[in-house]
């Protein structure tokens, strides 16, 4: 994923925004005074009120992936049209917007964005909460895709989920349900989590100690079809041994940081299938898909199908959000609010 960085402006505007100019812990990151952007061709900018902080920018801090530096972090915000760039329809100054900001950027008083990711917040998404549709945006769409694009869950079918109190795991607990899964199994690291997870739809929430008894005694032995996997570490390994004959393993994130490496023959030899869900990748090789999802997860969310808890902390505590993130201290969505 290549950096958005501000751009100069005719107007020498300017604005703050979170940086990082080095990788490592929290505490590279600042909030800083850059140019505040002007829309290209096929751009809006955005005045931010909220911005939504994830764990994919925790990795993108630490160096996981490479981003130019400086870098400024910021995957989804919300907020009204600023500016319209050249070529882009639909959209005027003043409109309350959610824009998925995958190019970065997001956590800062303006941004601009590709306006192939942004949702307008009128008809049905007209009464949705800014803090939450941007607690919103990256969690549910991912859950969403992860769970049909990815993971191809069928009606009856058993789901476990790692990282189940955390923001993508609680909206794909209540997203599995609602599409049908017959059992719906959690993993979280410590039992304050679970027992924060266990209200959001979960059959059962476990350690992940626990896991592979908690599939045999749930299903019969046969093993679970479907499993979310967000954590990577050592435990990516376990995985197959409690999938069920044809079960999926879909890979959506690592936590752990720890990479694992799977044989070439794996899945011959297992009868199951490995497969991965990348926001950013989505975006770039199905941006229609990735625009579908965006809005049926915010309907999902207006609706009340699927809650999302959100906590607002102002902008100036970005570092401690990602801190959170970071020692799994935390569960559902951290929010900044830009404007604080």
């Known amino acids: ?63 996981q992936f490479p981003v130019d530096l400086p870098h400024f972090p910021g995957l989804e915000a919300v907020g009204t049209v600023r500016a319209v760039g ?28 590709g306006a192939e990711h942004v949702v307008s917040l009128d008809g049905e998404l007209a009464g949705l909460d800014g803090a939450l549709a941007a607690g919103a945006l990256c969690n ?6 992860v769970l049909t694009s990815a993971g191809h869950l069928a009606k009856g079918e058993t789901v476990v989920v790692l990282a189940a109190a955390g923001g993508v795991g609680t909206a794909a607990a209540q997203l599995a349900r609602s599409l049908g899964a017959g059992t719906v ?40 079809d479907l499993v979310l996997d967000s954590v990577g570490g050592g435990f990516r390994s376990s995985v197959t041994g409690f999938l069920a004959a044809f079960g999926r393993h879909v890979i959506f994130g690592n936590a752990a940081a720890e990479d694992v490496t799977f044989e070439g023959n794996h899945p011959w030899y297992t009868n199951s299938s490995l497969a991965g869900y990348n926001l950013g990748g989505v975006a770039g090789r199905a941006p229609e898909l990735l625009r579908a999802h965006l809005e049926q997860s915010l309907a999902e969310v207006a609706k009340g199908t699927v809650r999302v808890d959100v906590t607002v902390l102002p902008l100036a505590d970005a570092a401690r959000a990602h801190e959170l993130l970071e020692t ?11 404007r604080s």
């Open 1 to 63: 994923m290549t950096n958005t960085a501000p751009t100069s402006t005719t107007s020498g505007s300017r604005m703050r925004t979170v940086r990082f100019d080095a990788f490592g812990t929290p505490s590279v990151l600042a909030v800083g005074d850059v140019a505040t952007p002007e829309p290209e061709t096929g751009q809006i900018t955005v005045d931010v009120q909220y911005a939504g902080v994830n764990f994919a920018e925790v990795m993108f801090r630490r160096g």
């Open 86 to 113: 050249e070529g882009v329809t639909g959209f005027a100054p003043g409109e309350r917007v959610a824009a998925l900001t995958l190019g970065g950027g997001g956590n800062a008083e303006v941004v601009a964005v």
């Open 140 to 145: 549910v769409t991912t859950a969403l895709g």
């Open 185 to 224: 199994i959690g993993v979280t690291s410590s039992p304050a989590k679970a027992e924060y997870a266990r209200g959001f739809g979960y059959d059962s929430v476990v350690s992940y100690e626990e896991l592979e008894q908690e599939v045999a005694e749930r299903t019969g032995g046969a093993g679970a």
């Open 328 to 338: 799994r201290a935390s569960t559902g969505k951290y929010v900044l609010d830009v």
